[in-house]
C-alpha cells in the first residue's frame, strides 16, 4: 500500500493563506511541554505581527526563549478543503512607538473591517464594551513581529 502526501502549497498560496488569514496558534517552548495559544495576527507582505497581553505563561515563555512555531490554516467545517502553513522564527517585541502605533492601528482596521466581536478585546487586555480604536490609543499589549523564518511547511489537501 502506497502512503499518499499530501501536496506542498506555492509560495503564492500561501502568501494568499496569510494574507486572508487574521487567526494562528504560537507554539513556544514550554518548561516540558510546548505551550500553544491563539493569536490575532496582521501581515504586511513581508512580517507577521501579533498583539500579546502583558501577562500569562506566554510572557513567560517568551521571555525565556523567543523561538516559536506559528501556525496559520483554513479549513471547510467538512475538512473538504484545508491548507495550512507552519512557520519557525523568533518572536521580537517592537520597541519603536511610531511603528507599535501603526500595527496598532492595523489590529484596528482588521477588527472593523472583519466585525469581529467585541469579546476579542478582552484577549487583548481591554474591556469587551470598549470600542476597538482603544488599542490604538492605549498600550495594554505588546507587539511581537516574527522574524528569521528557517522552516515553513505549506500543505493543502489532494
Not at 509560495?11 to 507554539?27: C, F, H, N, T, W
Not at 501603526?102 to 469581529?116: A, C, M, N, Q
Not at 478582552?122 to 513581529?145: F, K, M, N, T
Not at 515553513?152 to 489537501?157: E, S
Request: charged content about 30%.
Amino acid at each position: 500500500m502506497e502512503i499518499v502526501k499530501i501536496p506542498r502549497m506555492e509560495k503564492k498560496e500561501y502568501d494568499q493563506l496569510i494574507e486572508e488569514g487574521y487567526i494562528s496558534r504560537i507554539a513556544f517552548q514550554g518548561e516540558k511541554y510546548p505551550y500553544i495559544a491563539p493569536f490575532l495576527y496582521v501581515f504586511d507582505g513581508k512580517f507577521l505581527y501579533f498583539l500579546s497581553t502583558k501577562y500569562g505563561k506566554k510572557i513567560e515563555y517568551f521571555r525565556k526563549s523567543p523561538y516559536v512555531s506559528v501556525e496559520v490554516e483554513r479549513y471547510t467545517s467538512d475538512l473538504s478543503c484545508y491548507t495550512f502553513v507552519t512557520m519557525q522564527g523568533r518572536l521580537e517585541e517592537v520597541e519603536d512607538s511610531i511603528e507599535k502605533k501603526l500595527i496598532r492601528e492595523r489590529f484596528v482596521d482588521l477588527i472593523t473591517e472583519k466585525h469581529l466581536s467585541g469579546n476579542i478585546l478582552g484577549a487583548l487586555g481591554h474591556s469587551p464594551d470598549d470600542p476597538p480604536e482603544v488599542i490604538a490609543r492605549e498600550e495594554r499589549s505588546l507587539v511581537w513581529r516574527l522574524t528569521g523564518v528557517k522552516d515553513l511547511v505549506a500543505l493543502k489537501n489532494l
